[in-house]
């Protein structure tokens, strides 16, 4: 902006002034001309650089110098985390039962205290869900951190997820909020913006939406930043970590790896990448993988938009850099999802050793005197589960791999009948057994365990808020136009291989990755391989069948199989895998989490061409 004296129908209007006095109106001019053209300037002019948003927490527990090694490692706009998950919103509901105050993450103010100067130095805005089911107690402890460190900062957050009091029988239940409240909260300078729960992609359509202006139709540039908020949410699963072929890689690569970021244009398309220097790697394969965690078929709803993942197209631009384009959007559904956490009883456990010889017949004996035990006492438990793991190998080297575990599980809505009663049966065992009769760890009085599952609320009848660093509230609409979420139709599988080439028996895992995950009581696993070739073979080979056939324990579940062509991707969701959710601690992976890596270590007959 020019320095000259100020002009006013051909004259100097600071002519004849005192210096003191032409300096103070001049001053006071080029203050008035900066704040009309701050105020007048098209949304548009500012959207015209990439947005580059970083991400320093995939849960709560993450690394914690991750927040450190994200601002100093390279030049970044925006920096988030993402602290919350189902099992996180028990954990913070039971600290909230402890302590009213608190209900959010901790470990996200220990960061703060570490780097919010860094970040202030840098001009880089903070975005993160770490409010849990209290952003106002987080915010307000952040705002007494700043002043303690003698930071100016301004905190914002946003509310309106808490519908507990509409479920009266739960610990928690909060609706999964959009991107458009942190939008509002950066638009009005906040340095950092708060949240309770958000979706996981709504951490960077906030900062796309505020940055880039884009109005609330623009379904396919919010799709874009919904797929690349999907890539970053989980940190450094996006940068090699938790990656089905690790082994393709030098270790020392994978050590450390960095944590991912993606710049976004104003077209919504995107490049994850990650800062120069930091270990992993980022290219098709672990974009890929991370795409289809914790997802089902082809339409990903959410508040904002529902992004089309199969549309999303993938490309090597160079080294740790992948362009993700082509992505396509519709209007979010009518409805928000409501995670529902609530106490679903009480549950105790003994693994019982059995070594050596006679496993089948050991079990035998120990499960008939269990189960005559609990059904004559005065109380027995509603639910008892047996599962024997076949940890043992014959003439083994030591004690340890010439066991196997038989688990004993019992649930009740009340604890009485899963703690002393049970234990002590259990105990009194110990030489009336089989041979060799011992232990893990003599069972406890029972402890309660969590359930989790989902409901739906209009839009509309949630009222979000964003609590500016000012304290004003700005209420957020719901969506203008919606549409009922329908399942997409299946596309073409492709041309399949010519029959008759010789095949191997050999695990699915040589050929193809899978990367799988928890949603509530369902589990996802998702399988993608790398060439046309495979792809043409395993759209035809993995079906709902063949998958029951190689994991049985989905043998009597509902297993549902979405194809993604252009990810050369299959996504199978299993129903009920994981009964009530991760909390209820169902099965022996009670988050799914090595799912995939069980289905890539089965047999089948592989074309030989693919080996």
Known sequence: MTTEPLREEGRTVTAGLPPDEKSAVIAEALREVEAAVVAEAPREAVATEPLRVGNASGFYGDRFDAMREMLTGGPLDVLTGDYLAELTMLILGRDRLKDPARGYAKTFLGQLEECLGLAQERGVRLVANAGGLNPAGLADAVRELADRLGIPARVAHVEGDDLTRRYPDSLAAHAYL???????????????????????????TGPAMAHFGWAPDAYDRLAGAVVAGHVLECGTQATGGNYAFFTEHDPATLRHPGFPLAELHEDGTSVITKH???????????????????????????????????????????PDRVRIDGVRG??????????????????????????????????ALVRDQMDTALATAKSPPAEVRWDLAR??????????????????????????AVGRAFSGAAIELALAGYPGFHVLAPPGPGAPYGAFEDAYV???????????????????????????LETAPEPPLPEPLPSGAPTRRAPLGLVAGARSGDKGGNANVGVWVRTEEA??????????????????ESADLTVVRHVLPDLRALNFVV?????????????????????????RSRHLDIPESLL
């Open 330 to 363: 519709e209007a979010p559904p009518p409805t928000l999802k409501v995670g529902l956490n609530r106490l679903g009883g009480f549950r105790n456990e003994v693994v019982f050793v059995l070594t050596g010889l006679d496993t089948e017949a050991k079990a």
């Open 575 to 599: 129903e009920g895998i994981l009964g009530e959710g991760v909390a209820s601690q169902h099965r022996f992976d009670p988050q799914a989490k090595a799912l995939g890596e069980w289905l």
């Open 535 to 552: 792809w043409r073979w395993l759209a035809h080979a993995l079906t709902v069948d063949r998958f029951r056939e190689l994991l049985p």
């Open 178 to 204: 959009g991107g458009a409240g942190i939008a509002a909260c950066l638009r009005e300078g906040a340095d950092i913006v708060v949240t309770g729960r958000v979706t996981d992609a709504a951490l960077v």
């Open 458 to 484: 209009a839009q509309d009848s949630v009222d979000q808020v964003a609590v500016l660093h000012d304290g004003r509230r700005v209420h957020i609409a719901p969506a203008d136009a919606t549409l009922v």
């Open 276 to 318: 120069d220097g930091t270990g992993g790697l980022v290219d098709v394969g672990t974009v890929t993988a991370q795409l289809l965690y914790e997802t089902a078929g082809a339409r990903y709803a959410g508040p904002d938009v529902t992004a089309r993942l199969d549309t999303v197209r993938l490309s090597q631009e160079g």
């Open 391 to 416: 940890t043992d190998h014959p003439d083994a080297a030591t004690e340890e791999t010439a066991s196997a575990l038989l688990h004993l599980v019992v649930r009740d809505p009340e604890q009485h």
